[in-house]
């Protein structure tokens, strides 16, 4: 950057309020659409597979383009990409409010694709523009401040949804619009392009579509296993294709002298390391919260509003340490402060998997609040020592990377939880209990069943989030911001 401190300083703030609103928009409706799917549900007169479809598929679309998307915008810049991830969530959104009955939400399902598509390249480009804006040694702090918005949309989002939904749930998604065109005109007035781009690169398109073949059809094809559409037989087939194009992605890879994926970038063992154990922390904690809403609203009773309230001691913990957590990363490294996260993480999640219908709520509260301050402990430190390892030219793709694994581990972690916690449970109770809460008490061998298989699911999100621990403790020790 060519400013002087003093203007360089200024567009730290400015840049960090653009990806905040990027951020805050994606974590409220993530968090207020689960409060409105009963009524989804209704006016569109769906089921309880297509409503998860709607969640999944934009986890799924997200997964599999943050990738290509970060190697896009190491070739042609942040902002163009980031303002046009902004423009395409909020036409997705727009799109979304008007899902027509007809289509018994499949159209919703596809609008959702559209929005992840937006999604994925906000959250690509959002960690690449702090850490080009904020000088070395301050990384850590722009990244941490920027863990406060998905914290708060996480804490907001069920009370916007819940008065939003009041009005119509058609407001969950259109109340995205005059936000999204806010964040797409504040993008494109005040972000900067600070780093010189190189110049004669060439596109990697064989390695971006072989990879999103293949990481979609594995997505695809766990999902289709947790909550299944079509005969299996088609998803042994899915997996076929997944590692063929896996495979062909591969070698396209070592073939081509401008990689979509440099797989280089693995050889500094901070990069690999912290990236690892962010993809163990996302197959170890990407059900659990999901997990967590059946809980309240079966065995704890809840109706979906104020099981979403109950939900914020994770995200007032996480909210609190993020900030904190980033600004010491800054001056101790990212070793120590991101491996204690994970292991007060696993003590919340020992503590969860001990929790029945009949605890008292503070003891849940507690455990809520150290998992998500074990979260923010190792997130933004996390995080730092990724962008801090590599090159400004190789942002883009590594956050694209280190998003992309942890987004994986999430989805494998619902394909693994969902079956643990629904397997013996009868499907249209859940669907009751997950879309209008109120219980589980006349139904005692269900409300057993169910206990058993969250204790398990939290059990086994104990044991990856300790492996998870062992991986983080064994990056380097020590690099100056990261």
């Known amino acids: 950057m060519n400013q002087d401190s003093e203007n360089w300083h200024g567009y730290e703030w400015t840049a960090l309020s653009v990806t905040t609103i990027g951020t805050l928009l994606a974590s409220v409706q993530g968090s207020a659409l689960l409060i409105a799917l009963p009524e989804i549900l ?31 915008a190491d070739m042609f810049g942040r902002k163009n990409l980031y303002n046009a991830g902004f423009a395409i969530f909020t036409v997705g959104s727009l799109l979304a409010a008007f899902s027509q009955p007809q289509f018994h939400g499949w159209d919703l399902v596809f609008y959702r694709i559209i929005q992840g598509i937006g999604g994925a390249m906000l959250f690509t480009n959002g960690a ?7 000088r070395k040694g301050r990384v850590g702090l722009g990244l941490g401040v920027n863990q406060i918005a998905l914290a708060a949309g996480f804490l907001l989002g069920p009370v916007i949804g819940g008065i939003l939904t009041a009005v119509s749930w058609q407001w969950v998604f259109l109340i995205n619009v005059p936000l999204g065109i806010f964040g797409t005109l504040w993008g494109a007035l005040k972000l900067r392009e600070p780093i010189t781009l190189a110049s004669n690169q060439r596109f990697d398109w064989m390695g971006s579509f072989t990879f999103t073949i293949g990481l979609g059809s594995l997505l695809l094809a766990v999902s289709l296993i ?13 997996f076929i294709c997944a590692v063929l194009g896996l495979t062909a992605f591969f070698f396209a890879e070592r073939r081509t002298g401008q990689p979509m994926l440099d797989f280089n970038l693995f050889s500094d063992k901070l990069f690999a390391y912290s990236c690892a154990a962010n993809a163990l922390n996302g197959l170890a904690r990407g059900a659990v919260l999901f997990v967590l809403i059946f809980f309240l609203q079966g065995p704890y009773g809840q109706d979906p509003l104020w099981a979403g309230i109950m939900m ?9 340490i993020g900030p904190v957590s980033g600004y010491l990363s800054d001056r101790y490294g990212s070793r120590g402060l991101a491996t204690a996260g994970l292991l007060v993480s696993a003590l919340g999640l020992a503590g969860l998997s001990t929790v029945t219908s009949t605890s008292p709520y503070w003891v849940l509260a507690l455990f809520m609040a150290l998992m998500g ?39 494998l972690s619902i394909a693994i939880a969902f079956p643990l916690v ?13 879309l209008y809460g109120g219980g589980m008490a006349g139904t005692p061998q269900a409300l057993a069943d169910f206990e058993m298989g969250t ?28």
Do not use: C
């Open 128 to 134: 690449a523009i702090v850490t080009d804006a904020f």
């Open 455 to 482: 204790h398990e699911a939290f059990l086994v999100s104990f044991a990856v989030t300790l492996i998870a621990a062992i991986v983080s403790y064994s990056r380097p020790s020590f690099k100056r911001g990261a």
């Open 226 to 238: 947790a909550f299944p559409l079509i005969s299996i037989k088609y998803v042994y087939a899915l």
């Open 42 to 72: 209704t006016h569109l007169k769906t089921d309880f597979i297509t409503i998860m479809w709607v969640i999944l598929s934009f986890m799924l679309i997200t997964t599999a383009f943050v990738p290509v998307v970060g190697r896009l």
């Open 422 to 434: 629904l397997s013996r449970i009868p499907l249209d109770l859940m669907f009751h209990v997950f």
């Open 312 to 320: 914020a001691p994770f995200g007032a913990a996480f909210m609190v």
């Open 373 to 411: 301050g074990g979260s923010g402990l190792f997130a933004s430190p996390n995080m730092n020592a990724v962008m801090s390892s590599v090159q400004p030219g190789q942002r883009g793709i590594a956050a694209g990377t280190n998003a992309m694994l942890m987004s994986t581990g999430q989805m």
